[in-house]
DNA sequence: GCGCTATCTTGTCGCTGTCAAGATTGTATT
DNA sequence: AATACAATCTTGACAGCGACAAGATAGCGC
């Protein structure tokens, strides 16, 4: 096992550079926004050439598909989280998966719209697609376990979810995005529940 | 007035290049999508040099802008598009406009992405401004005369519009995106009155 | 010690957006 | 009608980009 000082300024052979890289990539992501999102970029930011990335990548566009793949997973982590802190009935819980949902999307917008408004990150990808789709089906079930039972209300709960994640994500929602967490919170909390039938 | 020929092969001023590289700028982010989204490309395309679009527009990102003022023009209209084949009560006139939200999405599924899902444009251009908050405002509005009272109810018709516009621009909403549009419109409209209090 | 392979660097290519300078055309003035 | 001026478009250049090829370096099994 090699284990590199920590101060060794610039071995030849980084270590864990696919890591490196992946957080790299993510700060530029949250910095420069996925218009401006470089390449080069990263691979200054992580201290290596211009060239490096390629061989733990292959290109940008599988980069960023791994980075959307482990960014699917903590979108959904931020869904348990929020459903960990709410009460146990099947209509808390659903409603709380959306409010993680929405979570996700305002404490880290630019992977957000990695996620969802990108089609850079190569979605045919096996893993990313069993990511993604793992992310949202398990807000869908909520529904079913919360009463729902036809097409149209699995389909509400994920647009409500979102609709509202997308516009406050994107800062277009100043009525809702302007209030104190708990008071929005409870106004969500509100509108995710119309998706359950009458 | 100078009033060229059309079959004047190349005249060294165009007559109306600015309406010209929007056309071929739409018809580009149409084909390539935003992310491979070229200025030289569009040139090519209007058959111009690669630097006559900045006499015009400056840069990129100013003709993004334009395109986005006018795509949320057309947006606007395919709502009142809707709206003018729907029953005139109000209920009825707010899930046509949401219906027709969601038609532009899904026709111009490039252009809605300009629209809400990139940072391109310049949001804080007054013109794009205005045709960007008068876009959803509608919406919002007609919720109002349905019977709607709170921002929770206002909230909830365009998340619940855009939530269901972005997914299946985005082809990521398989069960509804398949249906045939008499049935799926049914369903939308099963969704969109959801957003009405109870 | 030796060879093999993975890792990283350097250099290059075509493409991109932007700027500067020059060429062409339309229009107003005299 | 001739001239000056302004608008329009082209050509050429530059740095930054992603991708590729070739070479340098380092770890690892033998």
Redesign the pocket.
């Known amino acids: ?2 284990n ?1 000082a920590p101060d060794d300024k ?6 864990d ?2 890591q490196a890289l992946m957080a790299a990539a993510e700060a530029e992501l949250g910095e420069r926004g996925i218009e401006a ?8 930011r992580a ?6 990335p ?3 990548f ?4 599988r980069l960023l598909t791994a980075l959307a793949t482990e960014g699917f997973r903590q979108f959904l982590a931020a869904q348990s989280a929020r459903e960990a802190a709410a009460a146990p009935d099947a209509a808390s819980q659903m409603v709380a998966a959306g409010l993680g949902y929405i979570d996700f999307a305002m404490q880290r917008p630019a992977l957000f719209r990695l996620l969802w408004g990108s089609r850079r990150p190569d979605f045919t990808d096996a893993d990313l697609a069993e990511a993604s789709r793992a992310s949202y089906q398990h807000l869908v079930d909520q529904i079913g376990a919360a009463g729902g039972r036809t097409i149209a209300d699995e389909t509400a709960v994920w647009a409500i979810a979102h609709g509202l994640a997308d516009l406050l994500c994107a800062g277009r929602m100043s009525g809702i995005g302007s209030l104190a967490p708990p008071e929005r919170d409870r106004v969500l909390a509100d509108i995710l529940r119309r998706a359950l039938p009458r």
């Not at 610039?10 to 270590?15: E, N, R, V, W």
């Not at 292959?58 to 566009?61: I, L, Q």
């Open positions: 096992m090699s590199p610039s071995p030849y052979h980084h270590g550079l696919r999102f470089s390449l080069r970029s990263v691979a200054k201290g290596v050439s211009h060239a490096a390629a061989h733990h292959g290109d940008v566009n």
